[in-house]
């Protein structure tokens, strides 16, 4: 998953059409592992403490974007 993210990133990086939004980190604990509290019991679906940190993580990237195109709209 490291690998596909870091080739991800820099695609993105290298290409004006594209974000990369990382939402893995924030999901990852101290010891690299993923945090345990954010799962429901089968450790593959997440619960409502992992959805926010992706809203958390998404949102301001694409208010960000949201905004350019409604400055462009007004004018």
Same mark, same amino acid.
């Given at each position: 998953?490291s690998a596909t993210n870091a080739m991800l990133a820099d *695609?993105?990086? #290298?290409?004006? *059409?594209?974000?990369?939004? /990382?939402?893995?980190? +924030?999901?990852?604990?101290? /010891?690299?592992? +993923? ?11 997440? #619960? !409502?403490? !992992?959805?926010?940190?992706? *809203?958390? @993580? =998404? *949102?301001?990237?694409? =208010? ?8 462009? @709209?007004?004018?």
């Amino acid at each position: 998953m490291s690998a596909t993210n870091a080739m991800l990133a820099d *695609r993105a990086a #290298n290409d004006a *059409r594209l974000t990369f939004i /990382d939402v893995a980190t +924030p999901m990852l604990g101290e /010891d690299g592992k +993923p945090l345990a509290e954010i799962f429901v019991a089968d450790n593959l679906h997440m #619960n !409502g403490a !992992g959805y926010d940190i992706w *809203r958390d @993580a =998404v *949102r301001p990237i694409l =208010v960000k974007a949201e905004r350019s195109h409604e400055v462009m @709209a007004a004018d």
